[in-house]
């Protein structure tokens, strides 16, 4: 039995490096050394007598035996978690790994906080946190809740989705950039400066729709310095002085704490995106990952993980909020009428 317990947790490394994309990736989400993974993958092929995979200091490429072996593999891995979660849930007790993409600026806002909460509340769960900006597959990286802020809903048949909230956006600039923006610098102004802006995927245009005093709300078409849907790459050319950024509130805190950024005409704000999360199924789920999801719901009706206000909302066509609760999200710019609502998980 030690024999095939030491051949499942290879094929659980070779798995988590190949769904990655290399030894390195794999290493940070599952913190471990990169050179333990590749000494128990090399194991593995070693006892099988083939090469999985191909790699230098500069190339990473998994053979085509090693995709179908890795095919595989993710199928036992899958059927093994499955078949505890049967346990846990005939059990009814929270516990288990409960895997968890997050983008990286997320982590910096409360819901770092409102994770240790939950962390502290079921103490047999064990959270593993994949700090990313990338688009995780659900499947293939054997994650059960991603954390997205879209201009959008992701729009995965496949997936549940659920709307936590909307982030506010704020445009901030570092110091030196804000002295050369004068005094008397306005809303009208802001196409005079370089800017750097969040951009979605499927996004020709870049638009900052913004909201000021007594709700005055502002449309401006941008033409940005550098536009990307990774915040911490616009925040960081932004501490360098290189343009006004609008950026979500929660991506911000720390730098403008430090006086690292400063905000620019902090009358004004805009939806810096739909904060939501996506899992693979709403029944059978394992009951430590509803307890997240609940945990998550609840926060989020209490508006404690992101501020926002009622003229925000209105500029968002994809969400839905009623007397304070949170509501499942409308998909593809169309209206409630349109579409088939979300299954509220």
């Known amino acids: 039995m030690r024999s095939v317990m030491q051949d499942l947790n290879d094929l659980f490394y070779f798995a988590q490096v190949v769904s990655h994309g290399g030894f390195a990736p794999a290493g940070r989400s599952l913190n471990q050394p990169k050179s333990k993974l590749s000494r128990r993958v090399a194991q593995l092929e070693d006892r099988l007598g083939v090469k999985l995979i191909e790699r230098s200091s500069r190339r990473f490429r998994v053979t085509e035996l090693g995709q179908a072996f890795y095919d595989r593999c993710a199928n036992i891995l899958n059927e093994a978690e499955e078949a505890e979660a049967i346990v846990a849930e005939a059990k009814g007790v929270e516990q288990g790994v409960v895997r968890i993409s ?22 047999k769960v ?35 989705v659920k709307t936590l909230g909307l982030a506010d956006a704020i445009m901030v600039a570092s110091p030196t950039l804000m002295e050369k923006l004068g005094p008397g610098f306005s809303v009208d102004d802001i196409n005079r400066f370089p800017t750097l802006s969040i951009k979605g995927e499927d996004a020709d245009t870049i638009r900052w729709q913004l909201v000021g005093p007594n709700d005055d709300t502002r449309m401006l078409d941008i033409a940005p310095r550098l536009s990307t849907s990774d915040i911490s790459m616009i925040r960081q050319c932004a501490l360098r002085g290189q343009g006004i950024a609008l950026l979500p509130r929660f991506s911000t805190h720390h730098a403008i704490q430090a006086g ?62 009623r007397e304070g609760a949170i509501e499942d999200g409308v998909m593809n710019n169309q209206t409630p009428a349109d579409v088939k609502k979300l299954v509220s998980a």
Request: proline share 6%; aromatic share 6%.
């Open 126 to 160: 064990q959270l593993r946190i994949m700090a990313t900006n990338r688009r995780v597959d659900l499947i293939e990286d054997r994650v059960d809740v991603a954390f997205r802020v879209r201009d959008s809903l992701d729009s995965d048949a496949t997936l549940i």
């Open 102 to 123: 997050v983008p990286p600026a997320m982590l910096e806002t409360a819901l770092a906080e409102v994770l240790a909460d939950f962390s502290e509340k079921f103490p």
């Open 260 to 321: 690292r950024l400063v905000q620019v005409l902090p009358e004004w704000r805009a939806v810096g995106g739909i904060v939501h999360i996506l899992f693979k199924a709403r029944r059978g789920l394992p009951p430590a990952v509803r307890a997240l999801i609940d945990h998550l719901t609840d926060r989020a009706r209490e508006r404690t993980l992101w501020e926002c206000d009622e003229a925000l909302e209105r500029l968002c066509p994809h969400y839905i909020c």
